[in-house]
């Protein structure tokens, strides 16, 4: 469906349509124009038209966007109908968070393994996963096919963790180590996620406010 290399910001943008289309289904919500979408989810009309336009419009003159059509729609494009075989690396208080979260699966990303080096947590079970030690990775990984991985590990860590990840075949890993990790594979996709950059932004613009 993607011929053309799309921009990293509409990439960004588009998990934000899925979710605002998806509480829109919830409401009963059958058709919407893009008028209606930007005043819900504070993008412009324009720019909602412009990013949809990258992957073949969607919506019909005088008619607007049908919901459900287009939510299924840009669920394919982000690669929601395959499922993900998904392993948390570091199993300390974040990693068993997300392992308890819940909407993971219900977006086909089905956490498989947990895996820590702290021995008072290995054989501990978090929603019925038993964590193991880091040692049993490879194989596990190969066993169970393993697509994605969730690094919430100390950065000195994260990057050999990250580099025998890629030797045993993952194929995309969400970073939480507060680094950047930067792979020389570049078959293999990395996600660098910064909880801190979000609260210092949210530090600035309360101190703006005062």
Known sequence: MIQKKISTAVIKRLPK??????????NDVVRISSK????RMGVTASQIRQDLNNFGGFGQQGYGYN????????????GLENKYNTIIV???NLGQALANYTNFDKRGFEVKGLFDVNP??????????EIKDLDELEEFIKVNRID???LTLPKQKAPKVANDLVNYGIKGIWNFAPIDLKLTNKNVVVENVHLLDSLMTLSYNIKETI
Do not use: Q
């Open 17 to 26: 349509y899925y979710r605002y289309l998806g509480d829109l289904l919830e």
């Open 36 to 39: 209606e979408l930007s005043h």
């Open 67 to 78: 919901v459900e059509y287009l939510y299924n729609a840009i669920g394919k494009i982000l």
């Open 90 to 92: 570091g199993a300390g």
């Open 120 to 129: 008072r947590l290995v054989g501990i079970t978090v929603r019925g996963i």
């Open 148 to 150: 994605l991985a969730i």
